[in-house]
Each structure stands twice: as C-alpha cells, then as structure tokens.
Nanobody
Framework: QVQLVESGGGLVQAGGSLGLSCAAS????????MGWYRQAPGKQRELVAT???????NYAGAVKGRFTISRDNDKNTVYLQMNSLKPEDTAVYYC???????????????WGKGTLVTVSS
C-alpha cells in the first residue's frame, strides 16, 4: 500500500501565499500522475491541479495563474505553491497519486488524509 501525507496547510489572509507538500511512502514501484484536489464545506471534491511523471500539468480554471504544481520524482513528493489566495480557496486540500507498488504493478488510486487551508478576508 502507498501512504500519502500532506503538510503546509494553515491560516492566511487574502492575497497571501502558502506552499503545500505531499510525500508518498510505501512499497512504491512507480508513480504516474499526482495531483491536488480540494473540498469546501457543503461542496463536492474538485480538481485543483495534476502533474504527470513527465511534467505535464493541468489546472482548474479557478486557480490557473495563481497556483503552481511541481514534483520531485526522486523524493516521491508533489508540491502546490498557492499565491494570491482568495477566501473561496478555503478548503481541505487532498493529495492524490496513481501508483503501482512493488507487488501490484498495475496503477491504483491513493489519497492523503488532507490538510486544511483557511483564507480570511
């Protein structure tokens, strides 16, 4: 099994910045795409950004130009730099990874427990 642990959440004022990180551990054979999703109270979980092992990125329209996703394949870690934060960015942010383990080579979907980001007005 693969474990994902997010860190970096907290309270920030509108216009501020935060950086999130997510480290994957376990019996990992390979990690394909990694990404960040978020869920605000009373709303569905939504995609924020994804990045493939080759570095191709995809962003939700609401965060494009403000957030940057990156990864370090050697460390099995994905990052999310969030700038110009808005109150509507307030949510629990979840790390996601499509990964294959040493035992099971077909890719599976894994999720972290989430980290809370609160943006005050």
């Amino acid at each position: 099994q693969v474990q994902l642990v997010e860190s970096g959440g907290g309270l920030v004022q509108a216009g501020g910045s935060l950086g999130l990180s997510c480290a994957a551990s376990g019996s990992i054979f390979s990690i394909n795409a990694m990404g960040w999703y978020r869920q605000a109270p009373g709303k569905q979980r939504e995609l924020v950004a994804t990045i493939t092992s080759g570095g191709s990125t995809n962003y939700a329209g609401a965060v494009k130009g403000r957030f940057t996703i990156s990864r370090d394949n050697d460390k099995n870690t994905v990052y999310l730099q969030m700038n110009s934060l808005k109150p509507e960015d307030t949510a629990v942010y979840y790390c996601n990874a499509d990964a294959a383990t040493a035992r099971y080579r077909s890719a599976q979907d894994y999720w972290g427990k989430g980290t809370l980001v609160t943006v005050s007005s």
